[in-house]
Each structure stands twice: as C-alpha cells, then as structure tokens.
C-alpha cells in the first residue's frame, strides 16, 4: 500500500510540483490550498506524514499544526517555509514539527527527509528491547508507545518513544547528545539539539510523579537517566 501523504501548500505551482514529483515517487498524495482545508482532509481520512506550508491564508500552518496534535501526537509533520528565523524553527518543533525545511528547497531532499522519517516511524524492524520495560514504579511499553506511571498513562509521541528508549537502554550511564540526534534525527544540527532539548524537557515532566528516576545534563556531553535509591 502506497504512503499517504497529506500537502498543505498555498502557492498552486509548488503545491502541484510537490503532488505530482511525490506521486511519482510512489506516494499517495491529498493536496490542499490552505490550512481549513487541510484540517478537513486530516479529519476525514488517515495519513502517513503532513507535510504543511506556514504562511497560508484562512488557517496558519503553526494552527493547523496544533488541531492535528490535540488529536493526533504520531503522524509525522514536515513545516515548508519561507522563513529561517530561530525562533519560528524552534516553535515548529515545539507544537511537534518532525523536520522544517526553508524555501527554497530540493525535492530530492524532501524525499530522502519523508523516507527517513517514515521509516523511523514504522517500527517494522524488529527489536530485542523488552516489551514491557519495568523499573522504579513505571511500566514502559516501547511498542505501543506508552508509558504507565504510578498516577497516570501517558501516550508517547514517537520521538518521546525513541529517546525514552534510548534512556532505558542506558540506565545510569551518559547517553551523548550526538549520538541521540543521530540516531533519531538522523543530523546533530543546532536546530535538531533544541528540538530534542523541548523533548527532554517533556519528558522529565512525566517522570515527576516517579522520583527515584531523573535526567540529569551532563554539560558538555549529554544526559544521565539516574535511579536514585
């Protein structure tokens, strides 16, 4: 079965250069003019990836952005825009961005971007980790993306999911900064550090209700999940 993909793009020449090269490419392809239309397709049908303009009329891409996550934390989101500033690049990854690429841009990297990221995202690998992961007083389950704490259940993003995972994995022992963008966002640029640092800091939120677990920085190397006894 084909890859859904869901475009949200206001200019017709790009949005019908992107539908037609991404079809090509052996992907089924939604194509709207701007985010209230793009909202109604993401609410009728279901999408591998989003890929979503910024600046649109009716409905921005950060809004529409937002109603796809209130109900949906897993479909991958690409942001296309026009802008590099920082602060909009760190926006985009904190509503939950998977990766935001500046016009202009190369199709062929879009490509390789959604192929990266859906293979990220299907988890059809098969992995030794246990399933359910068991310590302190919380329950991971790494395969369903969720994570069961002493006064509640939280349902992961998947990049929640894939640094949880790498923390599990190391217990105690310094997980680097590097090798963590690497490993999940593929690049250790400065933009994907602060996307993972918006990550880190959710997830050291959920863990407050289990106060035997935290994750301490390492300045100048990364992070330590402890188990304090």
Not at 8 to 23: A, C, F, K, M, R
């Amino acid at each position: 079965m084909k890859p859904k993909l869901l475009i949200v793009e206001d200019d017709p020449n790009l949005g019908e250069i992107l539908s037609e090269y991404l079809g090509l490419k052996g992907f089924d392809t939604t194509l709207k003019r701007d985010g209230e239309e793009g909202g109604i397709a993401f609410k009728k049908d279901v999408f591998d990836l989003c890929i979503l303009d910024l600046m649109m009329p009716k409905k921005d891409g950060f809004t529409l952005a937002k109603e796809i996550r209130s109900t949906d934390e897993d479909t991958p989101i690409i942001f296309l825009t026009a802008k590099s500033m920082k602060q909009d690049i760190i926006k985009g990854f904190t509503i939950g961005a998977d990766d935001y690429m500046t016009k202009p841009f190369s199709m062929e990297e879009l490509l390789l971007r959604i192929q990266a990221i859906l293979k990220r995202s299907s988890k059809e690998e098969e992995d030794e980790f246990p399933n359910p992961f068991q310590i302190a007083g919380l329950t991971y389950f790494y395969r369903e993306n969720r994570l069961v704490l002493p006064d509640k259940e939280i349902n992961l993003t998947t990049k929640e999911n894939e640094l949880l995972k790498i923390f599990f994995e190391n217990v105690n022992r310094t997980v680097e900064r590097s090798v963590a963008l690497k490993k999940i966002w593929k690049d250790d640029s400065y933009f994907n550090a602060r996307s993972m640092d918006v990550y880190i800091a959710k997830i050291r939120k959920y863990l407050q209700s289990e106060p035997s677990l935290k994750i301490l920085t390492i300045h100048g190397e990364g992070f330590k999940l402890v188990e304090v006894n």
